[in-house]
Nanobody
Framework: QVTLVESGGGTAQTGGSLRLSCAVS?????????MGWYRQAPGEQRELVAV???????NYADSFRGRFTISRDNQANTQYLQMGRLKREDTAVYCC??????????????WGQGTQVTVSS
């Protein structure tokens, strides 16, 4: 069983910053492939924020490029999202995602339960 746990959400002022973490845990040695962050604002569909490969290549949705930075620590099975120049419209529940390859080669998707980020003026 693989579990993703986010931390670091909370409240920030416009123009401020927050750092989210997502720790992946499970039995045995984990083979984590792509990791990423998604968000869902009230009344909106879930949208991609950023993804990072096992080799640390990154990709961002246009709205976040230059403001947010995704990174990962493969030794700690943890990914991060450094959010800066926050806007009120960044208010949302942020969820982390990970692709994990099993010993038999199958790849499974896992999601965290989400952490609330609220940006106020």
């Amino acid at each position: 069983q693989v579990t993703l746990v986010e931390s670091g959400g909370g409240t920030a002022q416009t123009g401020g910053s927050l750092r989210l973490s997502c720790a992946v845990s499970g039995s045995g040695r984990l083979n984590i492939r792509n990791m990423g962050w998604y968000r869902q604002a009230p009344g909106e569909q879930r949208e991609l924020v950023a993804v990072i490969t096992s080799g640390a290549a990154t990709n961002y949705a246009d709205s976040f490029r230059g403001r947010f930075t995704i990174s990962r620590d493969n030794q700690a099975n943890t990914q991060y999202l450094q959010m800066g120049r926050l806007k009120r419209e960044d208010t949302a529940v942020y969820c982390c995602h990970a692709e994990v390859r099993s010993v038999r080669g199958a790849v499974y998707d896992y999601w965290g339960q989400g952490t609330q980020v609220t940006v106020s003026s």
